[in-house]
């Protein structure tokens, strides 16, 4: 994640954070981080209608889940709206400069998100950000080094929940404290809590939770009107992730490696991608190389035979970080005899037209990142279309692992078969996957009107040619107490859509909608005049102090829309039926129709009078 630094639009200076506070909350492998932050237009020009910008990025398997800022001294919810219409909201409050407060969060591009926050008076706002992500390694980091002032309150607070009853104890570290957490048994098993509370406070270093492997293992279920939401995390035991000895590779091989050189990895380090690189060399006798560089174009920049990473470092290290990046340029490959292409990029592609399912590729390309900001559905998208599989570096030490997945058979997910064919079920992973590590997670809704208490899945895994199977039995009546599973298995949905190119625009606005996260169709918006809500026809949060003045207006207004209708339609009906009346009355008198029709203009558009005045003068005429 990077760091919480809200910037003044028009200059880009960081505005000075008085409060900071962070809550985490941990149920199984998936957590749902809040961070509070009270931002002080304190710049020496003040600016009454000043804008501020917030510009973050969140770890891989994360998703916006809810967005709130202060509206007369209370926090105000955000409302799932389409993207379109936040951006148009916010860009006429901002030139209307009256219409109140006025806040959005929407996508940017990746796992990039962009808060903007309008006005900033002087006394401050209160912006909230919540999230969801999935427990990686352990660890849930909150960037801090961005603070080099004092913060006048500084508040961490963490609650771990377990269905287990003997287990570890989570960790919490801030401002150079460690303490575990405080543990309580409750009916349903354990509650780990801890609270650290800072005044007038200097923190550098980042804030971090340590959730022991053992506490992220288990089942979670989650009951919806429409069905079940199931979850569970589960370690695949050691000796059945061991290749078989016919995998052992010990041969020359070509390779191509696609270095991305463009602009936005110029401050990037890049010690995993050579320890990486090690790995996999030293898994051949000699390796013939093939090097591009990536910006704008596809660039080719030598072919040698690679004796040890110092050689392919000294090409990299001439290479010049600027331009634009084009990864549609990646199917102009042609080069024969790859065994297979690493690409090493963020998979943000800048300019031309963005990889997709209708591309193709010569070899199998194994995308592999290590960068904060990156698109990770991008670089899957061009790993399953060519063959090859999508690494992420940040934040992995399974380096070894890594390694072997490429050069030798991948330990993998293959397929899920289940016991409850008569419901609806999708099950998420639902394509083959990598799996890096020892743990598998999984989640699934079970659409179904009848309670089956024991729904069992059938789950494949293995190398190739060296395939077992595992079974799991749920219980569906042991219930948690959080919609944190619907919002995970919604974003694990659009996740996979993304890659399979299966969900429009409409269908993901509507899952949007539906389970109240930041898509890149949706946003969230907060304003606070019921004259913006109803301008926008936009139904207020709960939160919304005039809530209850919003729905009765609102109905009120439909109520006279409708009426409005019905009395012009029944005066259309009205004067159609004398037109017809009168052409009955009328057969013989074609001289008369020919003298109403002059006398009334009726054939002319002097006067831009519409077809109801014409038949109104009609009616006069003959009257």
């Not at 200059?11 to 409060?19: E, G, M």
């Not at 962070?22 to 149920?27: G, H, K, P, S």
């Not at 549609?328 to 037209?353: A, H, M, R, W």
Request: aromatic share 12%.
């Amino acid at each position: 994640m990077s760091h919480f630094s809200l910037l003044e639009k028009s200059t880009r200076i960081p505005l000075h954070v008085q409060r900071f506070e962070v809550d985490i909350q941990v149920q199984g492998f998936l957590a749902e981080t809040t961070i509070l932050m009270k931002f002080l237009n304190t710049l020496d020009e003040y600016k009454a209608n000043l804008e501020g910008e917030l510009t973050f990025s969140l770890e891989e398997n994360s998703v916006i889940s809810g967005f709130s800022t202060d509206v007369y001294g209370t926090l105000v919810d955000g409302v799932v709206i389409h993207r379109k219409t936040a951006q148009v909201a916010f860009e006429n409050a901002k030139r209307a400069k009256k219409e109140g407060r006025i806040a959005t969060i929407e996508h940017v591009i990746g796992n990039v998100f962009r808060a903007r926050v309008f006005p900033i008076p002087k006394e401050g706002r209160i912006v909230q950000i919540k999230y969801i992500h999935h427990v990686a390694n352990g660890f849930m980091t909150i960037p801090m080094s961005w603070c080099h002032y004092n913060i006048e309150k500084l508040c961490v607070t963490s609650s771990v929940f377990t269905s287990l009853q003997d287990c570890d104890t989570p960790s919490l570290y801030v401002n150079y404290n460690t303490a575990q957490l405080d543990e309580h048994k409750t009916e349903n098993g354990m509650k780990f809590f801890g609270k650290y509370d800072g005044e007038n406070s200097l923190n550098t270093t980042d804030i971090k939770l340590y959730v022991p492997s053992t506490l992220q293992q288990g089942e979670m279920i989650y009951k919806t009107p429409d069905g079940y939401f199931v979850s569970f995390n589960s370690e695949i035991p050691s000796d059945r992730m061991k290749k078989p000895s016919l995998y052992t590779i010990n041969k020359s091989i070509s390779i191509g490696i696609i270095w991305d050189s463009s602009k936005s990895r110029d401050l990037a380090t890049y010690c995993k991608e050579f320890d990486l690189l090690e790995e996999i060399f030293s898994a051949y006798e000699t390796v013939d190389l093939h090097v591009y560089c990536l910006r704008n174009e596809l660039e080719f920049l030598q072919n040698s035979r690679i004796r040890d990473l110092n050689e392919f470092k000294k090409v990299i290290g001439s290479l010049e970080y600027d331009g634009a990046t084009n990864l549609g340029c990646l199917t102009e490959l042609n080069q024969p005899n790859i065994s297979y292409y690493l690409l090493f990029s963020d998979g943000i592609s800048t300019i031309g037209k963005r990889p997709d399912n209708s591309h193709s590729y010569i070899a199998p390309i194994y995308s592999i990142c290590s960068s904060e900001k990156a698109d990770h559905a991008t670089l899957k998208i061009i790993s399953k279309k060519s063959g090859g599989v999508y690494f992420n570096l940040h934040g992995t030490s399974c380096i070894k692992q890594i390694s072997g997945s490429i050069t030798d058979s991948p330990f993998r997910y293959i397929s899920t078969s289940h016991n409850v064919e008569e419901y609806d079920v999708e099950i998420y992973p639902s394509i083959p996957t990598v799996i890096v590590g020892r743990n598998i997670n999984y989640i699934f809704k079970v659409n179904c009107e009848k309670e089956r208490r024991e729904p069992t899945l059938n789950m494949l895994y293995g190398h190739e040619n060296n395939i077992f199977q595992m079974s799991y039995k749920f219980h569906l009546e042991d219930f948690t107490p959080t919609d944190l599973l619907c919002k995970y298995w919604a974003m694990k949905k659009l996740e996979e859509a993304k890659i399979l190119d299966s969900m429009n625009d409409d269908d993901i606005l509507l899952l949007g909608r539906k389970y109240g996260i930041v898509t890149s169709v949706t946003s969230m918006i907060v304003l606070d005049s019921l004259s913006q809500y109803l301008l926008y026809k936009i139904e207020p949060p709960k939160t919304f102090p005039f809530y209850l003045q919003y729905s009765e207006i609102a109905s009120r207004i439909v109520e006279d829309e409708e009426n409005e209708l019905n009395k012009r339609m029944n005066n259309v009906l009205s004067m159609w039926c004398w037109r017809l009346s009168w052409w009955e009355s009328y057969p013989q008198s074609e001289v008369a129709l020919k003298q109403a029709l002059y006398h009334t203009n009726f054939f002319s558009d002097k006067g831009n009078k519409n077809e109801v005045e014409r038949i109104s003068l009609l009616v006069t005429y003959f009257e």
